[in-house]
C-alpha cells in the first residue's frame, strides 16, 4: 500500500486552469476593476459586519441579496439565483444542463472555462469558431441547432478576450431556433449598456450571467448570479452547493449593489472614456493592431506577441495576458483598461518594447 488508485478518468490531460496572475506593478491582466469599493461602501459594510453572526450558516439562497438584484433588472426572487462568483456558477450550468450524453456548442475564440467544464462533466462539446471578426457565425449555430440534439450554448457578451457584443437579433434567432438552454454570459455588460435582459420575457431557455467581480469592483469577494426563468433558475437549487455564498460576501455585495446608480454608475463611465482613450492610442501606434471593445479590456495583436509579453513583464513590471498560443488569437494580447497612470505606463512601456524589438534582428 501507500499508493492511490487513478482518479476519475476525465481529470487525465486535464491542466488546472491557470489565470497566470504574476506580481507586477501594473497590474492589467485580470480584468479587474482598479479601484477598490469607495470608502463610504466601506465603512456601511463594516458598520453592517459589527452585527453580524459568525456562527450561524448563511441565507442559503441569499434572498435578501437576490430581491436587490431582482429589483435591479426589473424582475422577481425567482428569477434569480446567486453564486460563489460566475465561475460556480458556471460549472452549475454544466453539471445542470450538460453532462455525459449531452452535447454544448463553444464559440472560440472565447472564456475557457467554458470548454474546461464541459471536459469536466463529460459534456461533448462542438466547436462553431467565430468570424474573421470575432462575431458569431449565427447561421451555422442556427444550423447546428436544427439538428436537435443541442443542450446547452454558451454566447459571451462582450466576448472575452476579443471585446465584441452579440446583436439581439443574433441572440433571438439562437433562442428561437430550438429549445437548447441559451447561455448569455454578461460578465462585463455594465460597461457596454447593451444587456438583452428583456428578452427573458419572452424566452424560457435564455439564461443570463453577470458578476459582481468587474464593474463593481469585487473580484476578490466572489459573487455572480444568473437571471433566467423561473423553470431554469428552480433547477439550479438542484445542483447549487447550499451555503456556498457566505454572509459575509452576501452583505458586501448587498452594500455594493446599493451604489449602482452613484459610484459604480460614475466608475463604469470614467472606465468606457479610459478605454476610448487607450483605444485611439493604441490605434495610433506603428506595429499595433487593436479591435475595438465594449468591455473593459481591449484585445491587441503584435508581431512576436509572447515575446512582447514578456518584456513588458520583466523589463517594465507590466502585466498583461498572453493569449498567443490560443486558437484563433495568434500574437494576441488582452489589456484591462487601468487607472489614467496605469494606460499610460503601459502605453510607454509597450512602446519602448516594440521600438527595441524592430530593430532586433528576426529569427
Ligand atoms: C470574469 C468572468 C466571469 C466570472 O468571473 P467571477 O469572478 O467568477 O464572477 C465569467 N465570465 C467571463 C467571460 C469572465 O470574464
Redesign the pocket.
Known amino acids: 500500500m501507500g499508493s492511490v488508485r487513478d482518479s476519475n478518468e476525465r481529470l487525465s490531460g486535464l491542466e488546472p486552469y491557470d489565470p497566470k496572475y504574476l506580481p507586477a506593478e501594473v497590474m492589467l491582466s485580470a480584468?479587474e476593476s482598479p479601484f477598490d469599493i469607495a470608502p463610504e461602501t466601506r465603512e456601511r459594510v463594516e458598520a453592517r459586519l459589527g452585527e453580524l453572526a459568525f456562527n450561524r450558516y448563511p441565507d442559503p439562497l441569499a434572498n435578501g441579496l437576490r430581491d436587490g438584484i431582482a429589483a435591479s433588472c426589473g424582475l422577481e426572487r425567482g428569477n434569480v439565483l446567486v453564486g460563489n462568483?460566475?465561475?460556480?456558477?458556471?460549472f452549475d450550468v454544466f453539471l445542470a444542463y450538460g453532462g455525459p450524453g449531452r452535447t454544448f456548442i463553444n464559440l472560440p475564440p472565447?472564456?475557457s472555462?467554458y470548454a474546461y467544464n464541459a471536459h469536466l462533466t463529460g459534456t461533448g462539446i462542438v466547436d462553431i469558431p467565430r468570424l474573421d471578426d470575432f462575431s458569431v457565425d449565427v447561421d451555422a449555430v442556427v444550423a447546428r441547432l436544427s439538428e436537435g440534439d443541442i443542450d446547452l450554448v454558451v454566447l459571451?457578451s462582450p466576448?472575452?478576450p476579443t471585446g465584441n457584443l452579440i446583436s439581439e437579433v443574433g441572440c433571438r434567432r439562437l433562442l428561437e431556433a430550438s429549445d437548447a438552454l441559451i447561455l448569455l454570459?454578461e460578465?462585463?455588460i455594465e460597461f457596454a449598456d447593451a444587456s438583452l435582459v428583456s428578452l427573458l420575457a419572452e424566452h424560457e431557455n435564455l439564461l443570463i450571467?453577470r458578476?459582481?467581480?468587474?464593474a463593481f469592483s469585487l473580484?476578490g469577494v466572489?459573487?455572480?448570479y444568473l437571471l433566467g426563468s423561473r423553470k431554469v433558475i428552480d433547477e439550479f437549487t438542484k445542483v447549487r452547493q447550499p451555503y456556498s455564498v457566505d454572509a459575509v460576501s452576501q452583505l458586501i455585495a448587498s452594500c455594493v449593489l446599493e451604489d449602482r446608480d452613484t459610484v459604480v454608475h460614475e466608475r463604469v463611465a470614467g472606465t468606457v472614456a479610459r478605454r476610448e482613450e487607450l483605444f485611439r492610442r493604441l490605434q495610433d501606434m506603428e506595429g499595433v493592431e487593436v479591435w475595438p471593445s465594449a468591455a473593459n479590456f481591449l484585445l491587441i495583436r503584435v508581431a512576436n506577441a509572447h515575446g512582447v509579453w514578456q518584456e513588458l513583464y520583466e523589463g517594465h513590471s507590466v502585466l498583461v495576458r498572453d493569449f498567443s498560443s490560443s486558437a484563433g488569437l495568434s500574437d494576441c494580447l488582452r489589456v484591462t483598461v487601468g487607472t489614467e497612470e496605469e494606460n499610460a505606463a503601459f502605453l510607454s512601456a509597450l512602446e519602448k518594447v516594440l521600438g527595441t524589438q524592430a530593430v532586433r534582428p528576426s529569427g
Open positions: 480584468n462568483g460566475g465561475d460556480e456558477l458556471l472565447t472564456f472555462v459571451t466576448n472575452n454570459d460578465a462585463y450571467l458578476t459582481f467581480s468587474k473580484a466572489r459573487v455572480g
